[in-house]
């Protein structure tokens, strides 16, 4: 079974603080994934890399970045947290850079920024 | 440009009633279609995909779907469902060709099934 595990499961930051979100994956995937879950907005892309070093933005990159500097890890980094980064987060990995490859996610961290 | 609609946001059920959940997408290109369920403080995992083939897929924990090419339509059913059903389900879409934006996700809001007693 594929395990993709997040580093935390709750996280409480202050404002203004540099928060770095881990996720490994041990299946060998190509292709890695961040996504915030707000209630009444499903999930919302906001970073994704198909290789090591390399990556595009999703839909909401602003405030993010992220780094991929091995094919297992893909961190997410908010370089200045804000109150309107409280959120859930979540890692997922897929095998193929195909569209039809499933993917398989971490069980998320809670942040939330004071 | 892909878009996803789930037509509930919540479904409330009694346990061993049968159940649907609604999905619509709109796409200008053949696309792949899958179900995700997300339990309580948990992340996403699949419950069935559809890839090609039959238009009927089945998945885990006895849930099925039927692409509907004409009407654009991914519904998810269970014909018997348990009170460990209760979980906030999504669809979601992506493009078969692999080029741009095809090769990305589209999600469905996400419909909440609360199965009672």
């Known amino acids: 079974d594929v395990k993709v595990t997040q580093s935390s499961r709750y996280l409480v930051k202050r404002t203004g603080e540099k928060v770095f979100l881990e996720c490994v994956q041990d299946?060998?995937?190509?292709?890695m994934f961040w996504y915030r879950q707000d209630p009444g907005l499903g999930l919302r892309l906001i970073y994704f890399s198909y290789d090591v070093k390399m990556k595009e933005k999703g839909d909401i990159p602003e405030g993010y970045s992220v780094s991929r500097e091995k094919k297992e890890r893909f961190s997410l980094i908010l370089e200045s947290a804000s109150t309107n980064q409280t959120s859930m987060y979540l890692c997922?990995?897929?095998?193929?850079?195909?569209?039809?490859?499933?993917?398989?996610f971490g069980n998320g961290t809670r942040l939330t920024v004071t | 440009a892909q878009s996803v609609t789930q037509l509930d946001s919540q479904v409330p059920v009694f346990e061993e009633a049968p159940v649907e959940l609604r999905c619509n997408y709109s796409s200008s290109v053949s696309v792949y279609l899958f179900w995700y369920v997300q339990y309580p403080n948990q992340g996403l995992q699949l419950l069935l995909k559809?890839?090609?083939?039959s238009t009927l897929v089945k998945g885990i924990n006895g849930f099925e779907a039927e692409f509907n090419k004409s009407q654009t339509s991914f519904h998810l059913r269970k014909p018997s469902v348990h009170i460990s059903d209760t979980a906030e389900y999504f669809c979601?879409?992506?493009?078969?060709?692999?080029?741009?934006?095809?090769?990305?996700?589209?999600w469905g809001l996400g419909t909440s099934l609360g199965v009672n007693p």
């Open positions: 997922a990995s897929s095998r193929e850079t195909g569209g039809g490859s499933p993917l398989h």
């Open positions: 559809y890839l090609s083939g």
């Open positions: 979601a879409v992506s493009g078969r060709e692999f080029a741009g934006n095809n090769r990305k996700l589209i």
């Open positions: 299946m060998d995937h190509e292709n």
